[in-house]
């Protein structure tokens, strides 16, 4: 390397230093890739949270596949510096002000370019090139399932699926900080109603490539054909610990669950999901509720509600919050913290809502007698004989 190339590169150097110590890095690509892996094409960097430490992500794309290594700040320095005097002959760094290019030539002579970043919003300030994604687009499950093409671009037929992957990864990250799991090795989960496995493979990629977790997961499919379907995609993949079987809540029975998720699960099936949730102490529970038949034949309102309630549209809404606060309360009463949010429609309906509980100790198995006391008064009052979850509760004697 010539004296003027060992100049811009220290320069480059010294730019990579102040963003990253100022916090403006947005994004780093090498490219131009001269080493003796022939498969590997680039290395994409971007400064991540990985269990509230920032660190910087490595993903190394190569022809077939992408590996992603993550590193320190000091750590990522030298590293990029090093693969620069090395084996890559190009690199792009982004920060919140500036885009800046290093080329290297075949005859060892380096040139950097600088140009201001043209995106501001209405009071000069400048955004992000991209939003914070809990899910990178450049994962090859992606590409795998359709969400994105070969060249790990979004295919625009996908964008509602994209969403919604990334929600469901950010809800999980967050409960899984409050659970008992945050530090556990070898977490366990099952996806029931799996479906094609969009978010079966994503929450595999995230606890398996992002978290370095020795992730057990399994999606459940009534339809045969998908599981098998998703069996080829993970062993295209070689995705270790993640398998699809034919089945239900009502017939698959695991030995260990840490994680339980039923999204979409229709009527009472929620109300299985959910038992075996906490049948099997769980510590998270994830569940989308629809088709709530079984509470609205039975309830009878106060006449105060009356004219309310000869809209049919309100008596289905009026239905779908006592199901679910039940269902929440209950979840409670089993020591879980329980939220019920709004969360993104599903392909099969446009039905938006999530109940997600996170368990507060492991230990703790005592039922709160004051919860079902609550419980019993709001049956009461609407004239509910029966709800499923808690006849599947008092069966197998948690009630």
């Not at 991540?48 to 992408?66: A, M």
């Not at 982004?94 to 201001?116: C, E, N």
């Not at 409960?175 to 070898?186: C, F, H, Q, Y």
Request: charged share 20%.
């Amino acid at each position: 390397m010539t004296h003027s190339a060992a100049n811009s590169l220290h320069e480059f150097n010294l730019l990579l230093v102040e963003s990253c110590a100022s916090h403006s890095l947005k994004k780093m690509v090498l490219s131009k890739y001269r080493g003796a892996d022939k498969s590997l094409q680039r290395i994409t960097i971007k400064p991540i949270l990985l269990q509230n430490k920032p660190v910087f992500s490595f993903l190394y794309q190569h022809q077939t596949n992408h590996i992603t290594k993550n590193h320190s700040s000091d750590e990522a320095i030298g590293l990029i510096n090093s693969l620069l005097e090395s084996d890559f002959k190009s690199a792009y760094l982004s920060t919140s002000s500036m885009d800046i290019q290093l080329d290297i030539s075949k005859k060892g002579k380096a040139h950097i370019t600088k140009h201001k970043s043209k995106i501001n919003d209405k009071n000069g300030q400048l955004h992000d090139r991209e939003k914070h994604r809990f899910v990178d687009i450049n994962r090859p499950f992606l590409q795998q399932l359709g969400v994105t093409d070969k060249q790990c671009k979004l295919i625009p037929a996908m964008s509602r699926k994209w969403k919604q992957i990334n929600k469901f990864i950010e809800v999980f990250s967050q409960a899984l900080e409050t659970s008992p799991l945050a530090k556990n090795e070898g977490i366990n989960v099952v996806d029931f109603g799996s479906g094609k496995g969009y978010l079966t493979f994503a929450i595999h990629d995230y606890l398996r490539h992002t978290l370095h977790n020795d992730a057990q997961v399994t999606g459940v499919e009534l339809r045969q054909g998908l599981a098998d379907l998703c069996n080829k995609t993970a062993l295209t993949l070689d995705h270790q610990g993640l398998s699809f079987v034919c089945g239900d809540v009502k017939t698959h029975a695991p030995k260990h669950t840490d994680v339980m998720i039923a999204l979409h699960a229709c009527d009472i099936a929620t109300d299985y999901a959910i038992h075996y949730g906490i049948r099997a102490n769980a510590a998270i529970i994830m569940c989308s509720p629809c088709c709530h038949k079984q509470i609205r034949p039975q309830m009878q309102s106060p006449e105060l509600f009356k004219p309310m309630l000869q809209y049919g549209v309100h008596m289905g809404q009026q239905a779908e919050m006592v199901t679910d606060s039940l269902r929440a309360l209950f979840l409670e009463a089993h020591g879980y913290t329980t939220k019920v949010f709004e969360f993104i429609s599903l392909e099969h309906t446009n039905k938006n809502k999530m109940i997600l509980a996170v368990k507060k100790s492991q230990k703790n198995s005592k039922v709160n007698s004051e919860i079902v006391a609550q419980i019993a008064d709001i049956k009461a009052y609407y004239n509910i004989k029966e709800h499923c979850l808690e006849t599947l509760l008092n069966e197998s004697g948690k009630g």
